[in-house]
């Protein structure tokens, strides 16, 4: 597989009054195409400001960023929002939905900043939800849906413009352990039917276990990065009978 993430000695400080608070203090890191990377550590230990940054989001102090071979640390403001409506889906922890907007309407949105029009969109909208499993309630806002509901439409809208990397900050942190396992199963489908990129924050073992690599953070800096087995998951007909019916997987 090719490398789709190249970081090399990143750094990142921020200045809080009189303090110099260094988040990254040179972070060297390579993310291969088609993996599936968890990113653990504590509060403060610098995952959060690597998401950002991956994303961009923010801009690094000093040090190199690849993205599929392209230096991005060094792009204007205009270069890096392109980049990021062409190759990466955002998943947060609150969902981040518009209360006015019905699911459709949310899942869209997206199209809106691409530079032609989509003549397909209803179409490539409706396809989304249904890959995770809202299939006929392209209507309901988000206050007529639970919370693994809201993050499932959330993950459908991320991947509207067919991301090549999905980057989530504790997309689990606001669900019960039923509704954080249906959404991990999502996570994985799409990472080996489709060969999406993950990249997600979290504090959870259990969680990070979904992944194929744990990097542990610590203090701005990667203190271990190991490869795991992942879990195997039931087939996709499955998982959307079982979000359906409510039941966990």
Excluded: W
Excluded at 32 to 61: H, I, Q, W, Y
Excluded at 135 to 162: C, D, T, Y
Excluded at 173 to 194: K, P
Excluded at 235 to 240: D, F, N, R, S, W
């Amino acid at each position: 597989m090719s490398t789709l993430i190249d970081v090399r000695d990143l750094k990142k400080s921020y200045l809080l009054g009189d303090i110099v608070v260094n988040a990254l203090q040179g972070v060297t890191l390579a993310i291969e195409r088609g993996t599936f990377v968890a990113v653990m550590g504590e509060s403060g230990s610098g995952k959060s400001t690597l998401l950002n940054l991956l994303g961009c989001l923010d801009r690094p102090t000093s040090g190199r960023y690849l993205l599929d071979g392209i230096p991005v640390e060094t792009m204007d403001r205009d270069q890096l929002a392109e980049i990021r409506n062409q190759k990466i889906g955002f998943i947060f922890q609150n969902f981040n939905l518009l209360p006015r907007m019905d699911a459709l309407e949310d899942v869209e949105l997206p199209l809106l900043y691409k530079d032609s029009e989509t003549p397909n969109g209803d179409e490539l909208g409706q396809r989304a939800l249904a890959d995770v499993g809202l299939a006929g309630r392209e209507l309901n806002f988000p206050a007529q849906r639970s919370g693994g509901q809201q993050q499932r439409v959330a993950i459908a809208r991320a991947l509207i413009n067919k991301p090549e990397i999905l980057l989530a900050d504790e997309p689990t942190g606001a669900l019960d352990s039923h509704n954080g396992a249906e959404i991990m199963n999502i996570f994985q489908r799409l990472n080996d039917s489709q060969g999406i990129t993950i990249v997600m924050v979290t504090h959870s073992d259990e969680i990070a276990a979904y992944a194929g690599r744990i990097i542990g953070f610590r203090d701005g800096l990667i203190v271990s990065d190991k490869k795991v087995t992942k879990p195997a998951i039931p087939p996709a007909e499955a998982v959307a009978v079982h979000i359906a019916a409510g039941v966990s997987p």
